[in-house]
């Protein structure tokens, strides 16, 4: 092996060249943090800090996504709640639509208030098919299906229903009860218990004519009533209503009425024909509106004529359809299905009030079907509204922007202990550079100083 030879001062030569390379090593990275901001270029220039730094990074990633995943589903909730506004606003003006007179039917026409239920349930199927993103809103899991058939399907489908149910009810007669007389006592017997009109009690004002519940149901005359006497026939609907026909002793025959005088089997004829007469208007009236609303609830509450969307037989778990997790420990539910009880209560009324005849023009019967859509959009007690959705996913929203602005404000913290690690702090690194270059320069200086000294200076 050479060796090289000595000359004095060669290694504190060597040692001031390695400590200039370190010097501007030092300045070059001084510098590169000033440009970059960044304390190293990779995590292994951080040293004993990098394990903190990567579990800070992985931190914010996952705050990052929780309120990437909570801006979009506020966007979908926002257009369902805007749906559901919607849908609610045409069940409230329906109802109060209801509570108003009935209008003037026209033989041949169409009464405006079908009119206006037929284009409110075309709205209703509109805003239940409303899709975000390409995905339906109100299909639960079956993001890609428009959940509800189309207006035509269903108006055709409830119209044969109810023309169905209509004949099975004996709506153009006397809803299956038979009204007969021997001598002195009315008798009225149920044809068909499970269909139609079913007895529920008689009773009479006086004691002129003793009833009868059954059944069959009776009256019987003792006596010639005295005028405002009243006798009350007691009727269950299929709907689940119920109705008084109430006849009331009079001189003269008349709607309601039954003409008193003469011997007990006479009165006993008169109330005969004056109860077929009211039997057959109410048929006409209370029982075909009764009649239509059950057949098209009935159509409603099998999903597989109109629905076309996830689980239609679990409509109570409609939330859990699409669920977001919003935190380590949280998650929320924002699904909705249309066959949900509240609005398939709402589809169903608007279609039975849409396909009911009322060409013949009668007042009455509206005025049964608009009494009863008011009561049928009107929840009772634990029954789903179109309201109680819309505040279902309302606490959603709510829960989803709490947890927005507790991310928001965890992300600023976190980021305040990561930019202390990983970011550079501009006045002390200005600081050090200033140093460092003093430093350089007065080395640069000395060194220079120290080359031009010899012997000669001495002497």
Not at 42 to 69: C, T
Not at 83 to 94: P, V
Request: glycine share 10%.
């Amino acid at each position: 092996m050479a060796l090289t030879p000595f000359a004095p001062g060669a290694v504190d030569s060597r040692r001031t060249a390695d400590m200039f390379v370190q010097m501007r090593k030092q300045g070059a990275d001084l510098e590169r943090q000033l440009t970059t901001g960044r304390r190293a270029d990779s995590y292994g220039e951080l040293g004993i800090k990098r394990g903190q730094a990567l579990d800070l990074r992985a931190r914010v990633s996952g705050l990052e996504s929780w309120q990437q995943g909570i801006k979009s589903a506020d966007t979908r909730l926002k257009m369902m709640l805007q749906s559901i506004e919607g849908l609610d606003k045409i069940a409230n003006d329906t109802k109060a639509i209801s509570a108003l007179p009935a209008s003037r039917v026209i033989p041949g026409a169409n009464p405006q208030e079908q009119m206006l239920a037929q284009a409110n349930l075309q709205g209703a199927i509109d805003f239940l098919n409303a899709e975000f993103g390409g995905r339906s809103l109100f299909a639960g899991r079956a993001h890609d299906e428009k959940p509800v058939a189309n207006y035509n399907a269903i108006m055709q489908g409830v119209t044969a229903g109810i023309a169905t149910r209509a004949t099975a009810d004996d709506v153009a007669g006397t809803g299956h009860l038979a009204v007969s007389r021997g001598g002195a006592t009315v008798t009225i017997a149920d044809g068909d218990p499970s269909a139609g009109f079913t007895l529920a009690g008689a009773s009479s004002s006086g004691a002129s004519v003793t009833a009868a519940d059954g059944p069959p149901s009776s009256f019987t005359v003792n006596q010639s009533p005295a005028v405002g006497e009243r006798i009350n026939l007691t009727l269950d609907l299929p709907d689940g209503t119920s109705r008084e026909v109430s006849l009331i002793a009079e001189t003269t025959a008349g709607p309601g009425q039954f003409v008193t005088g003469g011997t007990p089997a006479q009165v006993a004829q008169n109330i005969e024909s004056a109860m077929q007469d009211a039997l057959e208007s109410e048929a006409s009236t209370a029982l075909t509106a009764a009649s239509a609303l059950l057949a098209s609830q009935e159509y409603f509450n099998n999903p597989a004529n109109w629905y076309n969307g996830s689980d239609p037989a679990d409509p109570d778990q409609a939330r859990g359809t699409a669920t977001l997790r919003i935190d380590e420990t949280q998650t929320v539910g924002i699904g909705s299905q249309a066959n949900e009880d509240g609005f398939r209560e709402l589809l169903s009324q608007l279609a039975a009030l849409s396909a009911t005849d009322f060409s013949d023009g009668s007042t009455q019967r509206l005025e049964a079907m608009m009494s009863r859509v008011r009561d049928n959009l009107t929840p009772q007690g634990g029954e789903q509204s179109i309201a109680q959705i819309g505040m279902e996913l309302g606490v959603a929203a709510s829960t989803m922007s709490e947890a927005a602005e507790r991310h928001k404000a965890t992300q600023v913290m976190v980021q305040n202990e990561l930019g202390e690690i990983e970011d550079t702090n501009t006045e002390e690194t200005v600081a050090k550079l200033l140093t460092l270059q003093t430093r350089l320069q007065a080395s640069y200086q000395t060194t220079s100083l120290l080359s031009q000294l010899s012997l000669v200076n001495f002497l």
